[in-house]
């Protein structure tokens, strides 16, 4: 039984990372330099909103700011 949470808690850390790893190159392509978005990545920052507030012309060190 032990192997089996350890097996599932492994998948659920492996999908973990994925979608932080997908998150940090989405708000690269937003403009945030490696650093800012793997600090957004790891966090709750609300992804919806960091696209409307680029596509709205708001700097990368304001969306920042408003997201972090």
């Keep these: ?23 940090r190159e989405q708000f690269g392509r ?7 978005a793997r600090v957004l990545a790891a966090s709750a ?3 919806g909103l960091a696209r409307r ?3 709205s012309g708001c700097p990368v060190a304001l969306a920042f700011r408003i997201l972090a």
Aim: hydrophobic share 45%; charged share 30%; glycine share 6%.
């Design 45 to 47: 920052a609300d992804l």
């Design 30 to 36: 937003l403009g945030f330099d490696p650093a800012l």
């Design 53 to 55: 507030l680029r596509a």
């Design 1 to 23: 039984m032990t192997g089996i949470s350890i097996e599932e808690r492994s998948d659920a850390d492996s999908e973990a990372l994925t979608v932080q790893s997908w998150r």
